[in-house]
């Protein structure tokens, strides 16, 4: 078990871990697909990988990633996951399956705030508070020019109540007052980001005259708001944001995500707009998969969140649709775009829409039907990354062709699928009128260039050897079926494992009682692995507890009976290969006694041998 929750009861704990679903829990951030044999797989949200190697068990309530090590159960993902707090970890599980936590009172009581006042939760709570009073404050009098700024947009009361939509009164403090009131206190509010501290001194309101949207995360919190401006006296930027705070990473965020991300998993593609109201209309004509970057360019940890999303694999290749406008600050971006798009498998697309409008235009001016044809109508954004780049030059001259080349022979280079490159390296030599010789020593110079940057590194396979999967394989049958295997496991000692690893992890079995004494699921898994000295052998828990058994069907005794046998068969045959060698070393004249004694422990171990050999026939 981990550390002392901030003083949540044991059994409290043990129910939140027994009615939470970690598939449910995963899926907030990472689509998951069948592994097989009841295990979930998919991108890992802790490193950047193109095969999925991020595995979960439902049945045991764990997961493990074997690129980066990481696991642990529902309440690990959490706290690493979304930086929360074992004791934050364990409150929002226990919110969502409707637990009422109780609280230790006896013994020392940590100092400063209530352990339940975790503080991701406090900000959660008061940006929840803040999204109730700014969605209020959205029908009285002097939000008119807000809903007339929906209304001319397309958007009418619904669709205001949908997407949480609210607006900052005319005061400098209402919102202050309002959630001081509640009990949050001054410092909680700054650090949120709702509130600032005014020249004098005091709690002003962050966002004043203006509407506002509720930014979410994954999971449904809102933990920060986009405010458009709406008088012309106001002197304030266009759009102004929540600032950086624990919870708002602006690098991080896509709005519209928590709408989004159901439709994006199950439709496989993403579009990406550049406005709240762009996000609106999409979803309004039928187009669920938009979301927008919130006040910065789509970003290396944007596409992060949507490749989890899209399950953006080697083996599966989803859609990331860019909408920009088709002036030169659109081109410019999907241009910037284009240089992160080696970053997804999948397949890139821009859209522009007619005349430049952005989706809430074209939907006001031709309907629902508009967008959802710009968004059929894409191009693959290397094609449009090539034309607008040879568009720039005078292709009627020598000097404007050659240019022209040397420009557009990198973003060829650069293309991800390698037998397209080909392919564009001919169009381009047709589009600028050239041989195909000299374009295509252009790509290759270009590809030789940015060898040594554009060179991924390569995970190596390391096949174990056969022992060493075998004794894995033990393992496994201890942590994920101790029920049956327990009885014929914690009779075979560490001896039987030659792996020093897999020998401290057999031991820490022993310490957390043994095999026999446990039942199965996290519980026991959590206790295998706070028992292991090693730290290699304590990662390798998480990792052996949701790795697939290597049998067809379900486990039996029979199969953990062969899996033993050849456990100790292993270290029966290396035992007999060390004596052999002891053995032929020894002088049999000179070493009489010592002789005849190797000689006769080498006849008994070649019948136990046999013996286990005749039990293990059957194949694993």
Request: glycine share 10%; aromatic share 6%.
């Amino acid at each position: 078990m981990y550390a002392v929750a901030g003083r949540v009861k044991d059994e409290d704990i043990a129910l939140v871990r027994d009615r939470t679903s970690i598939a449910d829990v995963i899926s907030e951030t990472v689509t998951l697909r069948s592994a097989g044999g009841g295990n979930l797989k998919g991108l890992c949200p802790f490193h950047d990988e193109k095969t999925p190697s991020f595995n979960v068990s439902p049945a045991r309530g764990v997961y493990f990633c074997h690129g980066c090590g990481q696991g642990g159960d529902a309440i690990k993902f959490l706290m690493d996951a979304e930086h929360l707090s074992f004791v934050e970890s364990v409150e929002r599980l226990a919110g969502k399956a409707g637990i009422q936590l109780r609280y230790d009172t006896d013994g020392p009581q940590p100092t400063g705030p209530r352990p339940q006042a975790g503080q991701r939760q406090r900000l959660i709570a008061a940006h929840a508070s803040a999204v109730e009073f700014y969605r209020d404050q959205l029908g009285s009098a002097g939000a008119r020019k807000a809903r007339e700024f929906l209304a001319e947009r397309g958007f009418g009361r619904d669709a205001a109540e949908k997407y949480g939509c609210g607006f900052a009164p005319d005061s400098w403090d209402a919102l202050s007052k309002h959630l001081r009131l509640q009990g949050f206190t001054a410092e909680e509010l700054i650090t949120a980001g709702l509130s600032k501290t005014a020249r004098s001194g005091s709690l002003i309101d962050r966002f004043r005259r203006r509407l506002l949207w509720p930014i979410r995360d994954l999971s449904g919190d809102v933990i920060g708001f986009g405010a458009r401006k709406l008088f012309d006296d106001d002197d304030g930027p266009k759009y102004l944001n929540t600032p950086e705070t624990p919870l708002y990473k602006k690098s991080h965020v896509l709005y519209g995500i928590d709408h989004a991300k159901r439709e994006i998993a199950k439709r496989g593609r993403a579009v990406i707009v550049e406005g709240y109201t762009d996000v609106m209309a999409c979803h309004e004509a039928g187009e669920p998969t938009a979301v927008a970057t919130c006040g910065t360019a789509f970003g290396v940890d944007h596409i992060g969140v949507l490749r989890r999303l899209l399950m953006d694999s080697d083996s599966f290749t989803g859609e990331i649709i860019y909408t920009f406008d088709g002036d030169a600050a659109g081109q410019k971006a999907a241009l910037r775009a284009f240089e992160e798009d080696q970053r997804f498998v999948g397949r890139t697309f821009i859209a522009v829409s007619p005349d430049n409008m952005d989706p809430c235009d074209l939907r006001l001016a031709r309907g629902d039907l508009a967008v959802r044809d710009m968004i059929a109508g894409r191009e693959p954004l290397v094609d449009f990354a090539l034309r607008h780049t040879i568009a720039r030059f005078d292709l009627d001259t020598v000097e404007g062709r050659v240019e022209a080349m040397r420009r557009a022979a990198p973003l060829v280079a650069k293309i991800k699928d390698r037998e397209k490159r080909p392919e564009y390296a001919r169009k381009l030599a047709g589009d600028l009128g050239m041989d195909l010789e000299p374009v295509q020593r252009a790509v290759n110079n270009a590809l030789r260039g940015e060898a040594a940057d554009q060179r991924a590194p390569r995970q190596q396979s390391v096949a174990g050897s056969p022992q060493r999967l075998v004794e894995r394989e033990a393992l496994k049958l201890a942590l994920q079926e101790p029920v049956l295997a327990g009885p014929m496991f914690d009779a075979l000692g560490p001896e039987n494992y030659a792996d020093p690893v897999l020998a401290e992890l057999r031991e820490a079995v022993a310490r957390a009682g043994g095999a026999c004494s446990a039942t199965g699921g996290v519980v026991w898994i959590e206790k295998v692995r706070d028992a292991c000295a090693d730290l290699g052998a304590q990662g390798l828990v998480s990792e052996l507890a949701v790795e697939p058994l290597r049998v067809d069907g379900p486990v039996d005794p029979r199969y953990v009976q062969v899996t033993l046998a050849r456990l100790q068969g292993a270290a029966v045959t290396t035992r007999i290969r060390d004596l052999k060698s002891k053995v032929q070393r020894l002088n049999p004249v000179t070493h009489k006694d010592q002789y005849l004694a190797l000689a006769g422990e080498l006849f008994s171990l070649e019948q136990q041998a046999r013996a286990l050999r005749d039990q293990a026939a059957g194949g694993m």
